[in-house]
């Protein structure tokens, strides 16, 4: 699916973004991850609202556009969209912050639940593809415990399994799944090395 909105989606997202890089051995455009995310999306709807939203997920957090500027540019559902899934930016603990986006999917509409589902699933694939082999680099790169990680993905887990209805709950419980595995390898290899 391309669309004109798609077009100026992924023109908006490439110009606020330019400069950031993933993490990662490699560290890529973070380009890189709207794009999966949106090809995600297209994999499991045709609503262009939820697929601009997915290449815009991001810019509330990580840039200075605002809410104001998302709407005025592409209108008031993507604007919804994405700061339902935008993590709070008053100063709060990672842990907190990532309950707090718990929270506000639990009120979210089922395209930002989408959205929600298409990045962590990018992001989940990413890390344990990236980092499998290096454990030590995995926890230095991330913020968190290990065990806080977990908790944090699984309060995801629970409100996107209770609330989505889309069939992509299906890849994005395949690729937790994936990922609980590589947490679990990453204290085995902690604990070794104690």
Known sequence: MYTYKIEQAIKAAAILHD??????????PYITHLYAVAMILESYTDDEDTIVAGLLHDTIEDTDYTPKELEADFGKQVCEAVLAVTEPVEDLSWKEAKKQYAKQLKKAPERSLMVAAADKIHNMRSIVEDYYTDHTRFKNDFK?????????????????????????????????????????????TTEKSK
């Open 19 to 28: 400069g950031q890089l993933r993490k990662g051995n490699v560290p890529l």
């Open 144 to 188: 968190g415990s290990l065990e806080d990680r977990m908790l944090m993905y699984q309060d995801i887990s629970n409100v996107l399994n209770a609330r989505l209805s889309n069939d992509i709950i299906a890849e994005f419980n395949h690729v937790y799944t994936e990922y609980k595995n590589f947490i679990v390898d990453v204290k085995k």
